[in-house]
């Protein structure tokens, strides 16, 4: 019964992913842009290498990539520099890494799946389109097949 109510509905799971991720994404790199210095102290407590180029390039990955992931646009570029960052995270933060891992799972899911039908990246045609929303197997169709 919950199958019949779900199938279909893939695209609805994407949209939540992205948008959830984008939200999380865009204030984690606007936190860092606000106050540079701290996050860099904090990177350096860490064992960050590169401090202060560090944050830059995380809260630039983390805000043009949330945005990029919530509106979902050049979503897999975006969902792969997101994971970059995130898999830094993980490594640099090894205690306490769970947020980071599942954050980077998200964006590794984005990665490989794609932003679906609801994304600018659809709306453009700058994707193949595959259709996981009608259950079954993946099939891939459009130019790429």
Known sequence: MLGRLLDGKG??????????????MVKAGLSKLDDPD?????????????????????????????????LGLFTRYAAMF??????VAVAASAPNFGFALMVLAGTLCLLFTGPGCNSLDAWLGKRPKINIDRGGPLKQSGPFA
């Open 11 to 24: 695209w609805l799971g994407l949209l939540i992913l992205r948008v959830v991720i984008a939200y999380i």
């Open 38 to 70: 701290i996050a860099a102290e904090k990177f350096a407590n860490m064992g960050v290498p590169f401090e202060k180029l560090s944050v830059w390039l995380a809260a630039l990955a983390e805000f043009i990539g949330g945005i990029c992931l919530g």
């Open 82 to 87: 997101v994971s970059f960052t995130m898999a």
